[in-house]
């Protein structure tokens, strides 16, 4: 079945929505995108994914074209269109089509592009993944220094995922002055002695929303939270480790670089996480 899309208002056939080459997401990246999960024709915390798109917006200099009630419409109206149950929905927003191509930013008046669409993924809360954990390497980090925005400059990470995937392994975690900063699409977190361990928001990372609820839902249930970096070593001798994304949710790691973390299996505090997560994100679920 060919799916429904969104391009600036409009509903169409994938096969039939376009963007204009001269479009800056295209020629510049210059463009930032959310991704919301879907749980039984849900969306998880939609309003956060909304606040750190307008934060994205506001870094870059760019309009916002939509209320968050305009996006929530849209969001709604793309899982009906395409029958999602569980699944995700892709939102993007570039500086749009100003003409020719130039560095400069386009004159006011601009109008940004908006394009969103669906993926289905069947069992997103049963992931099987989950009760094995990923393993993962250690590569360097290579990207701009305005990681706190999300932008569509994706092609280091894509680079440092498909390396993981040719030696083997499930995700590559970046590390920069020996520390690391996060993973290729999540934030990272290891656990030492029944201490959630997290490097603390900067320019360096992604203020990821998976993140702020996981991190909230552990300080709730009185799971000691530091917030700091740490090292691969640090990492490899750690209990246990994880990552947290809007698609993987709370994922547990079992091997970094080769060496177990802890016993090598999947560790409690990762597993309750997952669950208390899932658990408060259908609650809240819109």
């Known amino acids: 079945m060919t799916r429904t899309v969104y391009v600036n208002g409009e509903y169409l056939p994938e096969d039939q929505a376009t963007v ?7 020629l510049m ?3 930032v995108y959310e991704v919301v999960s879907v749980l039984d024709g849900k969306l998880l915390d939609f309003g956060g994914h909304i606040r750190r798109l307008q934060r994205s917006l506001d870094e870059l200099q760019m309009d916002n074209p939509l209320s968050e009630e305009e996006y929530l419409e849209a969001h709604r109206q793309l899982i009906a269109k395409n ?4 699944g995700l929905i892709y939102l993007q927003v570039t500086r749009g089509n100003p003409g ?10 601009t109008r940004p592009t908006v394009v969103m669409f669906t993926q289905a993924k069947a069992g ?4 099987p993944a989950a009760k094995t954990g990923w393993k993962i390497i250690s590569v360097e980090d ?12 994706l092609l280091y990470p894509s680079l440092a995922k498909m390396e993981a995937k040719a030696r083997g392994v499930d995700d590559a975690w970046l590390v920069e002055d020996g520390l690391v900063t996060e993973g290729t699409s999540n934030n990272a977190y290891i656990v030492k002695g029944n201490t959630i361990i997290t490097r603390a928001l900067s320019n360096d990372i992604l203020h990821g929303v998976t993140r702020a609820a996981v991190l909230r839902f552990a300080n709730e249930a009185q799971m000691k939270v530091e917030e700091r970096s740490f090292t691969i070593e640090e990492s490899q001798g750690a209990d246990e480790a994880f990552v947290t994304s809007a698609s993987a949710f709370v994922m547990p790691v079992v091997e970094i670089d080769g060496a177990a973390i802890g ?5 409690p505090v990762a597993t309750r996480l997952r669950e208390i997560y899932v658990e408060e994100m259908r609650k809240a679920a819109v």
């Open 20 to 26: 204009s080459v001269f479009d800056r997401g295209f």
């Open 124 to 127: 997103l809360a049963d992931n």
């Open 29 to 31: 990246a210059d463009g």
């Open 83 to 86: 029958g999602i149950g569980d």
């Open 142 to 153: 290579l990207r701009w220094a305005r990681r706190d925005i999300k932008t569509v400059q």
């Open 263 to 267: 016993s090598g299996q999947v560790g």
């Open 100 to 109: 020719d191509r130039d560095f400069a930013f386009p004159p006011a008046g």
